[in-house]
């Protein structure tokens, strides 16, 4: 079971900006920094925000993150087609003494 | 340029023994700091991530599952091995390795294999 509470759901027209939640405790987002991954059903994985703002090379800026005590967000501004996929947060728990993901978003381009 | 890639059966009966394994390149698991994780997804449902092993041995575990997962690596054959025990239809998921490195979240998983599924069917 997921201890990073994300919406189930969100979505926006091509152009609008979209902003996903992530929501925590003081063991995991209140204690660390926050990851964002970008999914697409039958294939890997990416990694799209790291250290709750960076960007890896590669990744459009439209994609920003930010944390704010124990939540967290990733705003999509100027959504296009192939943004629509699952969006997870994920951090390290100190209590766990392991990562955790986020229940994930899946966005949807209207 | 890093790749990883897992392998194992595609099917396993309920309460027999899982072993995956992630062969990887591009990259050593003898360099500090580095890590390689298992996770996976079952159908319809969120990323859960099971276990890591750093490049001094470290290992841990998802609580959950603790009891059943065994991590372990072979440095020389660029290999990182997933062994979960006493099966249930309810693991049926695709399982990914993944690179981190750094301890904590760190700077997130940055590169992940295709995955591979596995069902758990009599």
């Known amino acids: 079971q997921s201890v990073l509470t994300q919406p189930p759901s969100a979505s926006g027209t091509p152009g609008q900006r979209v902003t996903i939640s992530c929501s925590g405790s003081?063991?995991?987002?209140?204690?660390?920094?926050v990851n964002w991954y970008q999914h697409l059903p039958g294939t890997a994985p990416k990694l799209l925000i790291y250290?709750?703002?960076q960007r890896p090379s590669g990744v459009p800026d439209r994609f920003s993150g930010s944390k704010s005590g124990t939540s967290a967000s990733l705003a999509i501004s100027g959504l296009q087609s192939e943004d629509e996929a699952d969006y997870y947060c994920?951090?390290?728990?100190?209590?766990?003494?392991?990562?955790?993901f986020g229940t994930g978003t899946k966005v949807t381009v209207l | 340029q890093v790749t990883l890639r897992e392998s194992g059966p595609a099917l396993v009966k309920p309460t027999q023994t899982l072993t995956l394994t992630c062969t990887f390149s591009?990259?050593?698991?003898?360099?500090?700091?580095?890590?390689v994780n298992w996770v996976r997804q079952p159908p319809g449902k969120a990323l859960e991530w099971l276990a890591l092993?750093?490049?001094?041995?470290?290992?841990y575990y998802s609580t959950s599952l603790k009891t059943r997962l065994t991590i372990s690596k072979d440095t020389s054959k660029n290999q990182v091995v997933l062994t979960m025990t006493n099966m249930d239809p309810v693991d049926t998921a695709t399982y990914y390795c993944?690179?981190?490195?750094?301890?904590?979240?760190?700077?997130?998983?940055?590169?992940w294999g295709q995955g591979t599924t596995v069902t758990v069917s009599s």
């Open positions: 993944a690179r981190s490195y750094s301890g904590g979240s760190g700077y997130g998983m940055d590169v």
């Open positions: 591009g990259f050593s698991l003898s360099t500090s700091s580095m890590c």
């Open positions: 092993i750093y490049w001094d041995d470290d290992k």
């Open positions: 003081s063991s995991n987002i209140g204690s660390d920094t």
């Open positions: 250290r709750n703002h």
């Open positions: 994920a951090a390290w728990d100190d209590s766990l003494n392991g990562h955790v």
